[in-house]
């Protein structure tokens, strides 16, 4: 295949109709927020990867992809474009190179991804002509002005910086950029999962189902609207740029297949407990666990869900130290509350449940002491590993 070659029919067919419009929008910053599952972030790469292949400039262009920590785009940004060039067929047109993190087109363009925590990457990196903020709510202002100062000089074609966001606080710096006041040269897109004709029915259930849990995080969530938590569950944590090397790890494993199998490493040390995040991936059987285990070199004990037996007795059978864990969640939420927590920086999705993880609220705003059942899964495996490591009767296992 070739350039020419492309369907455009082909690319249409695999968009969401509340996009469509947005490939020919030139605006110099493209909002792109609302619910989850709403599939922002699948367009934002859409409309990149289809600039990448079809704008064919004198000299070739550079596109730029950021998240807060650059190791969280392997997982989440990178491994999408690759999911993107399968469904429009575009075989033969890109090369990946999965050392340095770039996707080179065949006539020369290139999409680029680096971190805001990896400063002489960013600056080395010249000549951008577009910029997609995945995750946009992890930047401060700081951030993102440095990459607005970025996008500049004469380019054959036009500039443009995509930011695809939930909007959990409406205390948010990007409420009060975008929202607030009126902002020249600024397209923005709200969309909910109903506009998400390709999203996975049992998902949208879960999200359909916030309505009979939390007002909030439906408001959030499933209608796409400004919200502000109340109830924060955690908030005796900080970020730490290290982990510790010394002294035996433990671990916490939730179990999931349509949700996450969410995996935490745990290390204390100086009377402060180090969390990790390991594992946070879909569709994962446990064969395919226990292989990425065990080249991750997991060792130590792993708190399990308890709701899993057949599983936990397969890590054992694979040698894993697997035992299930307590789940006692108002006395295990008790314990991890009474402890000093630092939260290894490159955790982006344990760093997210944190920050979002509340107790429910009634239809009149009173706060329920029971949790919210939604992207808890890090949460859950966190209070397995570090309730359960206390309890007396596994000192001996």
């Known amino acids: 295949m070739n350039i020419y070659e492309v369907d455009l029919t082909n690319i249409l067919l695999y968009t969401n109709a509340a996009y469509i419009p947005y490939y020919k929008n030139k605006s110099r910053y493209m909002v792109l927020y609302g619910g989850a ?10 409309k990149m990867l289809y600039r990448l292949i079809s704008e064919m400039p004198l000299k070739p262009h550079r596109f730029l992809v950021v998240r807060k920590v650059a190791k969280t ?11 993107i060039e399968l469904n429009w067929d575009l075989d033969g047109l890109l090369d990946y190179n999965k050392t340095d993190m770039s996707i080179t087109c065949e006539n020369g363009n290139q999409i680029l991804f680096a971190g805001l925590d990896d400063v002489e990457k960013l600056k080395s990196i010249t000549g951008i002509s577009s910029v997609w903020v995945e995750e946009a709510t992890e930047l401060n202002p700081q951030d993102f002005t440095q990459l607005d100062l970025r996008l500049r000089g004469k380019t054959q074609y036009y ?11 409406a205390y948010s710096w990007l409420k009060k950029r975008f929202f607030d006041t009126k902002v020249e040269n600024a397209a923005i897109l709200k969309t909910t999962y109903k506009d998400n004709r390709f999203i996975d029915e049992a998902y949208a259930q879960v999200v359909e189902g916030l309505k009979e849990q939390d007002p909030t995080y439906y408001q959030i969530y499933a209608l796409g609207e400004w919200g502000s938590p109340k109830g924060l569950i955690y908030n005796n944590w900080r970020l730490t740029g290290e982990m510790p090397t010394s002294g035996a790890a433990s671990y916490g494993l939730d179990f999931g297949f349509n949700n996450p199998t969410a995996l935490v490493e745990v290390r204390e040390y100086d009377g402060e407990v180090y969390l990790r995040e390991r594992i946070y991936q879909t569709h994962l059987t446990n064969s395919e666990l226990i292989d990425k285990m ?3 070199r997991i060792s130590g004990r792993i708190y399990c869900d308890s709701a899993e037996p057949n599983r936990i007795q397969e890590l054992r059978a694979a040698g894993f130290v697997a ?14 509350k009474s402890l000093k927590l630092r939260v290894y920086s490159e955790s982006a999705n344990l760093i997210k449940e944190l920050q979002s993880y509340k107790w429910r609220e009634d239809k009149d705003g009173r706060i329920l002491d029971e949790p919210v059942k939604y992207q808890d899964h890090l949460c859950d495996a966190m209070r397995y590993a570090l309730y359960t490591g206390t309890k007396s009767e596994y000192v001996a296992w």
Request: hydrophobic residues 35%.
């Open 159 to 169: 500039k443009q910086i995509i930011l695809s966001f939930n909007p959990v606080s």
């Open 323 to 336: 035992m299930p864990a307590h789940k006692d969640v108002t006395k295990g939420i008790d314990h991890v």
């Open 294 to 296: 065990k080249q991750m």
């Open 37 to 46: 599952g709403s599939g922002k972030s699948v367009f934002a790469g859409q």
């Open 73 to 83: 785009l392997r997982n989440s940004a990178y491994s999408l474009f690759k999911e």
